[in-house]
């Protein structure tokens, strides 16, 4: 006869008992189960000569955890092998499985019932559930959690309650699923992979403080990523989202990579481009927008009617901002912390307030205003590094006035030549620059 643990893929010490379950009877000889570190030996007598006591309690059908007794961590007790397919312990109460457990059958989910911990990985896949109401009470997960190809799920209602898990989280193959309202977790140690759901149009209501990578991939309704807040130390990836601009893609990153070290990976690609974006003006004349870690107020925007002000930004890139191509108000960039150049204001063409750069211990050009035309007043004073204002070669026009003043790297003659070339309106002033 089949020994029970190779009929119950998976369930809990503390669950039923061998009788109830119509196994093998426990003074039949066990058959081996063969895995791949060997055979399976059948578990050791209580004392020689005795019964085991009567209670004990099944775990999985090949050895018995006495009342009072909590196996290793690693679910064996000691000198014994086990097949990780079919057996599982619990400790303390609300605490169950152990590490390298799977749970991969919908049926198997109910199970979980009652834990707030769970040492092993879950994983849900091709299942007509619409909703995941069956991991309330989740609260964290030793492995990963898969949520894959269910063609009838539309919510993440029931993962409220999950505030961290050890491995990574995987979204993906979802049809039906429109939003991560229900996911908010704490931690998530390896990877967040949103990928390849059709019908997803926004991040509105799910997220994670902290991840490890944040991937964001060929989700064809994704239009908004506005709802998603948290750090990713090892990476963002936002690729290929075809209703998504490329522009919003970094406003995410800029953001989630902020304390992250400076060379960690940004990949942003494939989106929709910003020329395809439709005018969207934003914000009023009097508005004031700090910008001091993400976009996420300027997400879709093409202009914006107020002033953008970047004073002490800890920003490393300006991407997000790719999206503008008019500020109603003043562009102010004052002592940026990070930044090196001005590349993600690519298609800005009009600032009609003041462009002020000023107090920058990092910028060293002005790459990514090429496209800039007109301003209302220039000013260029104080940065150290800077040595090169080529990025305003195309500018025409200062309708008042212009001034570069005290960048020691910042040739004087290459001030004086832009004075010249551009129409200004107001005074010139240009002096202590690089003789």
Known sequence: ???????????????????????????????????????????????????????????????????????????????????????????????????????????????????????????????????????????????????????????????????????????????????????????????????????????????????????????????????????????????????LSDADGYGLASGAVLFAERDTPIVVSGNKPPKDMPPLACGAPEDRLYLNTNFVELEGCTSFRGTIDLSNTVLRTLQGLGNLRAIGGTLNLFRPMALTDLRGLDLLETVDGELSIRLSDRLETLAGLEQLRTVGELRIDANGPLHSIEGLARLESVARDLMIHDNSLLLEASARALAERVKVGGEVGIGGNKM
């Open 1 to 243: 006869m089949v020994p029970c643990r190779a009929r119950v893929s998976l369930l809990w010490a503390l669950a039923v008992t061998l009788p109830t379950l119509g196994c093998a009877d426990p003074g039949e000889p066990a058959e081996k189960l063969e895995d791949d570190s060997g055979p399976v030996q059948p578990g050791p007598a209580s004392d020689a000569g005795q019964d085991a006591s009567p209670d004990a309690r099944a775990t999985g059908g090949d050895t018995a955890v006495m009342d009072g007794e909590v196996p290793p961590p690693d679910g064996r007790v000691p000198g014994e092998q086990r097949d990780a397919r079919a057996t599982q312990w619990t400790g303390n109460a609300g605490e169950c499985g152990r590490v390298g457990d799977l749970i991969a059958l919908p049926a198997d989910l109910a199970l979980l019932q009652g834990c707030a911990l769970f040492h092993g990985s879950i994983e849900i896949s091709g299942s007509e559930l619409v909703d995941l109401d069956v991991l309330r009470g989740l609260r964290t997960l030793g492995g990963s959690l898969t949520i894959r190809g269910n063609a009838r799920l539309t919510s993440l209602a029931g993962l409220e309650g999950l505030e961290s898990v050890a491995g990574g989280v995987t979204l993906s193959d979802n049809p039906q699923l429109v939003a991560l309202s229900g996911l908010s977790l704490s931690q998530v140690e390896g990877e967040l992979t949103i990928r390849n759901n059709a019908a997803l149009q926004t991040l509105t209501g799910g997220g994670a403080t902290s991840v490890g990578a944040l991937r964001i991939e060929h989700n064809l309704g994704l239009r908004s990523v506005l709802g998603w807040r948290g750090s990713a130390s090892d990476g963002v990836f936002v690729i290929d989202n075809p209703q």
